[in-house]
């Protein structure tokens, strides 16, 4: 374990925020299926483990990384240089290491295809140091804000994501969505914008954020030593944030957990890291987060209205 590996784990740390008004052109997502005007099915590539689209803004076409664990739709200010700020006005949250420099836009339209969202919120932030440690070229990130109005099918088996657009009640504007069998169901709890899954590590009972812009799981420092003997440690390796600062991490493999006792997983690769600063910025006390680890394991479907997971499973090898 003396070897020190720096790996960049993408999470998303905020921020200090300044607000202005904009409207933008429709995004276009050329790779989408349309299946009818409620429901379409978008392909995502793998970029390390974040999950990738491509999309079209402003005549600009690049890459999206879908992250649950962030707050709203984010675009990177290097290919916006022309989004000037102004009507300034102060939104304050923090994240996983330290503050990173951002400002809010407000958009009167904002269109996923042929799905229009009205009265949506843009922050617009450096993200060009994830660009230069992935290879990528990195457009923007979209969060909560546009996704809660869907039910959402994060399937890493076919590599893709369905929307299918959801009333108020969180019930599905189309009926025969999926063709797969839905075998498993869980609720949890919306804090803010971020899914809180009870969790159990061993029979300890835990609150764990789920996270799709979490390359690796990640155990609380504070709630290790409570579940450290179903954690099999690995290596060190340097933990990158979304505001380029570093730390070093004890990384490893999570044993023994599950949701309840049907919907359980198989060991996980995990690191030990203060989760402080993340808490703050998920705006709810986690002692963990579930990230790529979790959906390599269960095809999952959320539904923000219901406060509901679904599961299908992966087909069975043969």
């Known amino acids: 374990m003396g070897k020190l590996w720096l790996v960049v784990i993408f999470t998303l740390s905020f921020f200090k925020l300044q607000a202005e008004e904009l409207k933008l052109d429709p995004i276009i997502f050329p790779n989408a299926e349309v299946v009818n005007e409620n429901t379409f099915r978008i392909p995502f590539k793998l970029i390390d483990h974040l999950m990738v689209v491509e999309a079209e803004l402003l005549n600009k076409k690049g890459n999206f990384i879908i992250d649950t664990g962030s707050e709203s739709l984010i675009l990177n200010k290097v290919h916006f240089p022309n989004l000037y700020v102004h009507d300034k006005s102060a939104v304050k949250s923090s994240g996983v290491l330290n503050d990173t420099d951002a400002y809010k836009k407000f958009l009167k339209e904002f269109k996923l295809q042929n799905l229009s969202l009205k009265n949506a919120n843009a922050h617009v932030m450096d993200l060009s140091h994830i660009e230069k440690k992935k290879n ?25 994501i369905t929307l299918t657009k959801i009333d108020a009640k969180g019930n599905k504007l189309d009926k025969k969505v999926y063709l797969e069998k839905i075998v498993d169901s869980i609720g949890f709890q919306l804090k803010k914008h971020t899914i809180v899954l009870t969790t159990f590590v061993g029979n300890d009972k835990m609150n764990f954020a789920l996270d799709t812009g979490a390359e690796i799981n990640q155990l609380n420092t504070r709630k290790s030593k409570k579940v450290i003997k179903f954690f099999k440690p690995a290596k060190r390796i340097v933990l990158s944030g979304a505001a380029d600062e570093k730390a070093e991490v004890l990384a490893g493999k999570l044993y023994r957990v599950k949701l309840n006792e049907q919907i359980y997983f198989g060991p996980m690769n995990t690191i030990i890291t203060n989760l402080a600063k993340m808490s703050e910025a998920f705006g709810t006390s986690v002692d963990g987060v579930l990230g790529y680890e979790f959906f390599m394991q269960k095809r999952t479907i959320i539904n923000y209205k219901k406060e509901m997971l679904y599961f299908i499973d992966y087909p069975l090898k043969h």
Not at 137 to 151: A, C, R
Request: aromatic share 16%; glycine share 8%; hydrophobic share 45%.
């Open 136 to 160: 990528m070229n990195l457009t923007g990130i979209i969060g909560y804000s546009i996704l809660k109005d869907y039910e959402v099918f994060i399937d890493l088996y076919l590599n893709q």
